[in-house]
């Protein structure tokens, strides 16, 4: 049985309270029958299990009450939320704090978020147009659902805090959860390629984007071998076809050497 020490993070809103590799164990309480717990530690695996963040903590269930860190117990039929108190994760559809539910899966995969590490679970802003309002535990401010799965910015958080991610995360709040961020981009050597052209030159890489007016924030550290040079962050403002120029399809976007797009970078927009 392992017990929660937590410590502040370099990642915001976030603890370190369990060491690199632990596996935090679940218990079925009353009211939690066989296989109740299955869906929610299928949301975490869907997340954690990476080979290139091998040591993040984890969740399993433990038949064993003497080994589990956290006992979950269920009562009614849903849908539901939910409290930690004392080792004991609760799932109810009767709580005191507000209207907020959801279905047994996404409610008890939110639950272990705070025993995790995330020390907030609402941002101010969601909810409004642009920001991610999807997250496993940084639910909207407006409306009473709880998501079933992780955002990529929870995911940052979580790598940020555990040594996967290099660059910093700026910790203000509701500017960090309007930026869009890009995933899926894995070259075959970990690296980009290196610019090896002169100071006149350049290097381009092509991504999808999804449709709208927006900003991309891009954030580069170089680095070879132990030694990091000094990091950059490059702000592009994007308009996509949609916006006036594209139809339906929002188009590639080509991000070059800093400068190297305008304001109205695709479509006509």
């Not at 020490?5 to 632990?22: L, M, R, V, Y």
């Not at 170089?222 to 949609?242: H, R």
Request: hydrophobic share 30%.
């Amino acid at each position: 049985m392992a017990a929660p020490d937590c410590s502040s993070s370099s990642a915001p809103s976030f603890e370190i309270c369990w060491q690199p590799g632990t596996v935090i164990r679940l218990y079925r309480g009353s009211g939690a029958a066989a296989g109740s717990l299955d869906g929610a530690l299928a949301i975490w695996d869907a997340a954690l299990l990476d080979p290139r963040t091998p040591d993040l903590p984890r969740f399993v269930e433990t038949t064993q009450l003497a080994q589990a860190d956290y006992t979950v117990t269920i009562s009614g039929g849903g849908p539901y939320c939910g409290t930690e108190n004392g080792g004991t994760i609760a799932l109810t559809t009767n709580c005191s704090f507000g209207a907020r539910r959801g279905e047994l899966n996404a409610a008890l995969a939110h639950e272990v978020t705070e025993p995790y590490g995330f020390s907030s679970g609402l941002v101010s802003g969601h909810g409004k147009s642009g920001f991610s309002d999807h997250c496993l535990n940084h639910l909207q401010n407006a409306g009473n659902a709880i998501n079933g799965s992780f955002c990529q910015h929870e995911l940052e958080i979580i790598h940020k805090a555990y040594g996967y991610r290099q660059t910093p995360i700026q910790n203000d709040s509701a500017g960090f959860w309007a930026r869009h961020i890009l995933t899926g981009f894995d070259p075959s050597n970990g690296v980009l390629p290196p610019d090896a052209s002169s100071t006149m030159g350049h290097s381009s890489y092509r991504l999808e984007v999804p449709a709208g007016s927006y900003n991309i924030e891009v954030r580069a550290l170089p680095q070879s071998g132990l030694t990091t040079g000094i990091p950059q962050t490059v702000n592009f403002p994007v308009c996509t076809g949609s916006g006036g120029g594209g139809g339906d399809d929002p188009g590639p976007l080509r991000i070059k050497e800093p400068g190297g797009v305008s304001p109205s970078a695709v479509g006509g927009c």
